[in-house]
Nanobody, 127 residues
Framework: QVQLVESGGGSVQAGGSTRLSCVAS????????MAWFRQAPGSEREVIAT????????SYADSAKGRFTISHDIHKNTLYLQLNSLKNEATAEYYC????????????????????WGQGTQVTVSS
């Protein structure tokens, strides 16, 4: 059974930093697309960043460029999202997602490729 478990959320001061982690179990993430999404109250879920676990190819939403960094440790089967210079509008539930293995880097840009989802971790940014 595939499981994704996020951790690292919480309350953060505006301008501060935090790192989210997502441990995958039950399958190998080799050659998979992995991503972080977020959903703020009253808003639709949006993709923040994606990474291909084998090529390391990444992509970011405009709101994340220059401030957030996605990374993946294939040996630990763990996905990370480093969030820096946080603004109030970053307050949301953050979800990690993963595709089945053996996907191409190009496929990572399509939300439909993500089959497995974590339960979410809340990040609250306050002034």
């Amino acid at each position: 059974q595939v499981q994704l478990v996020e951790s690292g959320g919480g309350s953060v001061q505006a301008g501060g930093s935090t790192r989210l982690s997502c441990v995958a179990s039950g399958y190998t993430t080799s050659g998979a697309c992995m991503a972080w999404f977020r959903q703020a109250p009253g808003s639709e879920r949006e993709v923040i960043a994606t990474i291909h676990s084998s090529t390391g190819t990444t992509s970011y939403a405009d709101s994340a460029k220059g401030r957030f960094t996605i990374s993946h440790d294939i040996h630990k089967n763990t996905l990370y999202l480093q969030l820096n210079s946080l603004k109030n509008e970053a307050t949301a539930e953050y979800y990690c997602a993963a595709s089945p293995a053996k996907r191409t880097a190009i496929e990572c840009q399509f939300s439909s490729v993500y089959r497995y989802w974590g339960q979410g971790t809340q990040v609250t940014v306050s002034s």
